[in-house]
């Protein structure tokens, strides 16, 4: 697999090769986490399409070779938080449609019920947390993001963060229980 | 129970979400077409084009790469506005040569990446950036090397981009750069002076506008001369930007620009220092060194002046000599003298050494081997001095030797100098022998040591050869014994400032000891409390220096993890996750341990034939689930033929059977029979068919190898039968003459080549092992390679030197080569004769003997 910097230089070029492998690298890592921050698949595709359209049309204003990862998930959760800001009913929007699309990875249909299911009760537990902890959660778990960068996409101290996901992951473990004894 | 974090991230992990292909195209569509539709809608605008061209790095650097070209082949077509411009024209068009250093930096607070450019007139170019060396001509890469890796290498997308904008600027003019920078569309670009920018009347100093983008070019050129010296590209948007710093000189040899000339320094054995390589056969127009080669040769070597001599009443020998540095070409420094010889043919070892920088003063003490109860006076000392680059393949290079005959004796060094009490040479000694295994020699020091360890550090240091000799002979118990008793004072010692950090190595043969022993808790518990201990600082300490020594005791801890882990796998067979639990690391992700092999792991075990062999393991287990296990072996043909490597014999849940793969040709193994004893006495019968094996024999532990390999020829309808026969056999003598370091012997021909069949040559090197070979493996190699055929009938050896036991008596161990050399082919015999005599004063008489042979044939009926 060719190093994301040449990938960059060509995109850069005008490679519309280089833009195929970029998007087959990331594209569903990107959904994922688009997907998990609004709880909303279309939703989801449609922020990542925009993320990579608005980048294919100033490619410079990615510059740092290496962290293209977290760049592009940076940039997925900045567009999330405006969708947010802008349309308060995806606060709350039903996960449905996003649990009969989740990748299976099983091949026993027991145990793929049974990953549906717990996958439908994360989606659910992680939709009725706080945005902002949600977000943090969400980022540092699949974005893999580290906590001082989530503190700078969300404007606030790493410590900030830190709280905010021990809160949420606090909140997400006593959800999960509830479900479990209900 | 609310779950635990762990498993609520790893089922936040879990949740994966994908969109259908169709979307995927439909995306990816979309974003393509916005692509081609924003290219075309900048097309015409050259001043977004700019932006973009200019914003990447590396066309920045390529930007520089044209100025650069165009600076050399003249400027000829600009513009006529500026008069000082055209007289900077006219200077560099009477430059043969120059070099140039490109500093590219991408952002505001990056650092910047470097790249050294040199270009003759003739536009061959060689550029150094990071580790490689790039080659090219008329603006196409010819050759890459990475110097570092020491091979030919792709080159770096920098520097093959600067060339390839190179080759587009033809012919060289600043028209054409601007054609290949703005694609034709900003043709108007003229360096104009910049009066407000000139700080001095020396200095002549030109911008360039870059239409349709806030980014510029500035270049200053001396008024007097001419020449410019600094380009710089700059963008105020971001603070990126590249400089460009020129130099001018005569124009460097055809051989620096030869891609050829410096494979072949490339190759050599001398040039090591990365510096050497990275500037090979550069010159420095003001004559200044370069290169570590540069210095040497304006140096030399040359020997140490010594200043005085003295023998302690123990016997110790202490030199200390100015101007002890001896630079080597590859720039590292050998100091003072590296052997001592005396009239009494003694072997001496260095157990000191020091130089003080400033003085340029070397300190040194040898001892002889029995130090020091040895207390010979000798009439003559011999002290030899070799640049010696730690290479042991490499004989060292004699720098010249200095006889004494007088010399202080009995007599202690001068207070100022020499800093360790004498009797630390006695626990160096004692030391040594422990790692040579010589224990009554080490004892027979041992007891010279008086005191108790918690009163005194020698005692300690004394009592922790002791425990080392026990750990080494696998005597845990008493190890640990001694070790329970050691503690208090090996905390004590640990604690104890030293000036430097603290150092945990002090307990590994007793944590080790412990493991060996199966107290897993116990050294969990010792690591941590160790860990948690506190060693004491000097007060005068500044908070840097806390923090060095802090993170010097880190990487001491890591340091002893690194021999304590290995250790504990081979000898206390502690699996992978036992080591992961007990010191809290993660072996196989941990960089510290990738080159480390462990009993049930290594990181090749990741490879797939590895993988499919523990499967395969699996597999069988499952088998003998329903199967029973056979009383002594049983061989199973597998179904299907597939790539392993076996890398454990123990199925999953059996313990009393093993598995032995046999995957390749039946001969193979039968020529191994009885093997080292039975060397070159093994005949394979001519009409038995090679059989390609796919194997496993299910044995019980404790089966000898050769048992496994007859149940195999019954197998297969063979059987072993020993024969006497007479047989030519070399009887090995030994002249008695002193032996060679074994580093300094190398196999007798090189280098190491193939005859047409891919066969080594008779002579060449076949093997070769740091820790030295012995004469019972030289001698059995030659019988193998003798008989390679499995006939039978080669040369035997039977030896008589009794090396190995002069060798095991006088302490010298049992290694006489470095390198084993290949013996097959007709003209090994001659060969070996002379090797073995010119190298270790073996000589062979030949005679008929009658031997016994291993015969392997059909079974009789």
């Known amino acids: 697999?060719?190093?994301?910097?040449?990938?960059?230089?060509?995109?850069?070029?005008?490679?519309?090769?280089?833009?195929?492998?970029?998007?087959?690298?990331?594209?569903?890592?990107?959904?994922?986490?688009?997907?998990?921050?609004?709880?909303?698949?279309?939703?989801?595709?449609?922020?990542?399409?925009?993320?990579?359209?608005?980048?294919?049309?100033?490619?410079?204003?990615?510059?740092?070779?290496?962290?293209?990862?977290?760049?592009?998930?940076?940039?997925?959760?900045?567009?999330?938080r405006d969708l947010q800001r802008k349309d308060h009913s995806l606060r709350h929007t039903a996960v449905q449609s996003l649990e009969h699309r989740v990748n299976r990875q099983v091949d026993s249909p027991v145990r793929m019920v049974i990953q549906d299911e717990d996958i439908r009760r994360v989606s659910r537990a992680l939709n009725t947390l706080p945005y902002e902890q949600r977000e943090t959660l969400v980022l540092r778990v699949q974005g893999n993001l580290t906590f001082r960068q989530i503190a700078r996409l969300q404007k606030v101290s790493p410590k900030t963060s830190q709280s905010r996901y021990h809160y949420g992951m606090d909140k997400l473990r006593c959800l999960l229980d509830e479900e479990v004894n209900a | 129970m609310k779950p635990s974090k762990q498993s609520v991230e790893k089922r936040i992990r879990g949740i994966q979400y994908d969109a259908s292909p169709e979307t995927h195209d439909k995306v990816i569509g979309s974003v393509l077409s916005a692509m081609t539709s924003c290219s075309q809608k900048h097309s015409g605008a050259s001043a977004l084009l700019g932006n973009l061209i200019m914003k990447s790095p590396v066309t920045k650097l390529a930007f520089a790469a044209v100025l650069v070209t165009a600076a050399?082949?003249?400027?000829?077509?600009?513009?006529?506005?500026?008069?000082?411009?055209?007289?900077?024209?006219?200077?560099?068009?009477?430059?043969?040569?120059?070099?140039?250093?490109?500093?590219?930096?991408?952002?505001?607070?990056?650092?910047?990446?470097?790249?050294?450019?040199?270009?003759s007139r003739d536009r061959r170019t060689r550029i150094r950036i990071g580790t490689q060396v790039v080659f090219g001509n008329k603006g196409h890469v010819i050759k890459t090397f990475d110097f570092q890796q020491r091979q030919v290498a792709a080159p770096d997308p920098y520097a093959e981009q600067f060339m390839e904008r190179l080759s587009r600027v033809e012919p060289f003019s600043l028209d054409a750069v601007i054609r290949v920078m703005f694609q034709g569309d900003m043709q108007d670009v003229t360096p104009l002076?910049?009066?407000d920018a000139v700080i001095s009347q020396d200095m002549v100093v030109f911008d360039i506008d870059l239409p349709g983008t806030p980014e510029w070019v500035r270049i200053w050129a001396l008024r007097e001369s001419r020449l410019p010296v600094r380009f710089k590209i700059w963008d105020p948007r971001s603070g990126d930007g590249t400089d460009v710093v020129f130099e001018y000189a005569n124009e460097q040899s055809d051989a620096f620009f030869d891609p050829n000339a410096f494979e072949t320094q490339l190759q050599g054995r001398q040039n090591r220092s990365p510096v050497n390589m990275a500037y090979a056969n550069l010159k420095d127009p003001g004559g200044k060194a370069m290169t570590p080669e540069d210095m040497f040769a304006q140096s030399g070597y040359h020997l140490p002046d010594i200043k005085q001599v003295g023998i302690t009443p123990d016997g110790a020998v202490w030199i200390i000599a100015d101007k002890g540095r001896n630079r080597m070409p590859d720039g590292r420094n050998v100091y003072g003298f590296s052997r001592l010889e005396d009239d009494l043919d003694r072997e001496y070892v260095r157990v000191y050494a020091s130089h003080v920088t400033l003085a340029d003063q070397s300190q040194q003490v040898f001892v002889p081997a029995g130090y020091p109860f040895d207390q010979r006076i000798p009439g003559k000392l011999i002290v030899?001095?070799?640049?010696?680059?730690?290479?042991?393949?490499?004989?060292h290079e004699l720098i010249g030797t200095v006889e004494l005959t007088q010399w202080q004796q009995d007599q202690s060094w001068p207070d100022d100098t020499i800093r360790d009490p004498e009797n630390t040479f006695r626990l160096s000694m004692a030391w040594k022998h422990c790692a040579q295994k010589r224990y009554d020699e080490a004892e027979k020091i041992l007891v010279t040591i008086p005191g108790t360890p918690n009163e005194s550090r020698m005692a300690l240091e004394r009592e922790r050869v002791r425990l080392r000799m026990l750990f080494i002979q696998a005597a845990y118990a008493e190890a640990v014994a001694m070790g329970d008793g050691l503690m208090p004072a090996m905390k004590k010692e640990y604690q104890r400032w030293k000036g430097s950090s603290a150092d945990p190595s002090l307990f590994t043969d007793y944590l080790t000891a412990l493991a060996c022993l199966g107290q897993v808790d116990r050294v969990k518990d010792l690591w941590q409390e160790i860990k948690a201990t506190k060693p004491e600082l000097s007060a005068t300490l500044n908070r840097l220096a806390r923090e060095h020594i802090a993170e010097s005791t880190a990487y001491s801890f890591e340091l002893c993890l690194r021999t304590m882990v290995p250790q504990m796998s081979q000898k206390a067979h502690l699996s992978i996750e036992q080591l992961d639990?007990?010191?809290?690391?993660?072996?196989?992700?941990?960089?510290?341990?990738?080159?480390?092999?462990?009993?049930?792991?290594?990181?090749?075990?990741?490879?797939p034939e590895y993988k499919n062999w523990e499967r395969h393991l699996a597999d069988l287990s499952e088998y003998f689930q329903t199967h029973a296990l056979p009383e002594n072996m049983v061989l199973l043909e597998r179904d299907k033929k597939e790539a392993l490597k076996a890398n454990q014999y123990k199925m999953p849940n059996i313990a009393s059977h093993y598995v032995h793969n046999f995957d390749t040709h039946l001969k193979a193994y039968l020529k191994t029979y009885r093997y080292p004893e039975s060397a070159g006495r093994v005949r394979i019968e001519a009409h038995?068919?090679?059989?390609?094996?796919?194997?496993?024999?299910?044995?019980?532990?404790?089966?000898?190898?050769?048992?496994?390999?007859?149940?195999?020829?019954?197998?297969?309808?063979?059987?072993?039968?020993?024969?006497?026969e007479p047989r030519t056999v070399w009887v090995a003598h030994y002249d008695g003459r002193a032996l060679k370091d074994f580093k300094q012997v190398k196999a007798p021909?090189?280098?190491?080549?193939?005859?047409?069949?891919?066969?080594?040559?008779?002579?060449?090197?076949?093997?070769?092992?740091?820790?030295?070979?012995?004469?019972?493996?030289?001698?059995?190699?030659?019988?193998?390679?003798?008989?390679?055929?499995?006939?039978?009938?080669?040369?035997?050896?039977?030896?008589?030197?009794?090396?190995?036991?002069i060798q095991e008596d006088t302490g010298m161990g049992p290694r006489l080569s470095r390198e084993c050399p290949?013996?097959?082919?007709?003209d090994a015999p001659a060969i070996a004769r002379k090797w073995f005599g010119d190298e270790f004063g073996i000589t062979f008489t030949e005679e008929t003997r009658t031997v016994t042979t291993y015969v392997i044939r059909d079974k009789a009926d």
């Open chain 1, 1 to 80: 697999m060719l190093d994301d910097a040449i990938l960059i230089w060509k995109l850069r070029s005008g490679s519309k090769e280089a833009f195929r492998l970029i998007y087959e690298q990331y594209a569903r890592d990107l959904l994922t986490l688009a997907a998990s921050l609004l709880g909303c698949p279309a939703g989801a595709e449609d922020v990542v399409q925009d993320v990579f359209t608005q980048w294919v049309q100033a490619p410079g204003r990615f510059r740092r070779p290496g962290n293209l990862r977290a760049w592009l998930s940076t940039c997925v959760a900045n567009r999330c």
């Open chain 2, 72 to 119: 050399i082949f003249g400027f000829q077509h600009v513009g006529s506005s500026s008069i000082a411009w055209a007289d900077v024209v006219a200077q560099f068009n009477a430059v043969p040569y120059f070099s140039a250093t490109v500093y590219i930096k991408e952002d505001v607070a990056s650092d910047p990446k470097q790249m050294e450019v040199w270009m």
């Open chain 2, 193 to 195: 002076v910049n009066p």
């Open chain 2, 384 to 395: 030899i001095c070799e640049a010696d680059d730690g290479r042991v393949r490499v004989e």
């Open chain 2, 581 to 607: 639990a007990l010191f809290d690391i993660d072996i196989k992700h941990n960089e510290a341990f990738t080159h480390l092999g462990f009993w049930d792991w290594n990181p090749e075990f990741d490879q």
């Open chain 2, 688 to 724: 038995i068919p090679e059989v390609i094996l796919n194997h496993d024999l299910i044995y019980k532990p404790e089966t000898p190898y050769h048992e496994m390999l007859r149940f195999l020829m019954d197998h297969f309808g063979l059987e072993v039968v020993e024969v006497n």
């Open chain 2, 749 to 805: 021909v090189s280098p190491r080549v193939r005859d047409a069949n891919g066969q080594l040559k008779a002579g060449v090197m076949s093997s070769s092992s740091s820790g030295g070979w012995d004469v019972s493996y030289l001698f059995q190699r030659f019988m193998r390679d003798q008989n390679s055929e499995c006939k039978a009938t080669g040369i035997l050896i039977h030896d008589e030197t009794g090396l190995a036991k």
């Open chain 2, 822 to 826: 290949c013996w097959t082919g007709p």
